[in-house]
């Protein structure tokens, strides 16, 4: 053998194996060191004492897991009296995802129908023929925002006969349906005119 193998100590602080057995053991590792295979005689040693450690290594195993059993036996009850706490938890966290999981869907949905419903009533055609940006109101799951006031300036009509003609502003779609209707409207007729167009 030209690689030493380091003799192990006694594992004294746990009985995992016998003194008989790690006596053994070292024999075996004392006549591995001093192999020198260079006939067929060599060969049969090699042979039995390769027999002879395969079969400590088995009593070695054996004799590990009877040492084991008790601390094995004590793991699986701690791992059962575990298990009787986590199991209604992992059930719980479980329910909760679920049902945050179709919360968030069910927001998800209403929101995209209420965007769904702005983006078609997003105008309005008013009185006057024409297509007015309509008001639409979306529901904030959020909850309401908080009030806020201010104090602005503004006009108000108070009789509308006494404003200066000036400030008064047609509507040319009005008068326009109301003359191709044949309603007399003072002051305004139907005229032609040519303008350009692309073709």
Known sequence: ??????????????????????????????????????SDQDCLKARALLVRANQTLKAVESERAQAAAPFNAITKQIYEAVRLVTDPLQTAVSLLKTQLA??????EAQRTAAAAEAARLSVVQSADGRLTPA????????????IATRTVTTVEITDLALIPRKYLIPNLAMIEADVRAGIDVPGCRLVNKTTVVAR
Not at 102 to 107: D, F, G, M, R, T
Not at 135 to 146: F, K, L
């Open 102 to 107: 179709e919360y968030i869907n069910s927001v």
């Open 1 to 38: 053998m030209s690689t030493p193998i380091p003799i192990p100590p006694f594992p004294a602080q746990i009985q995992a194996i016998s003194t008989t057995r790690f006596s053994e053991i070292l024999l075996i590792l004392g006549d591995v060191q001093g192999v020198t295979i260079q």
């Open 135 to 146: 008001i639409i109101s979306i529901p904030d799951e959020r909850g309401p925002a908080p």
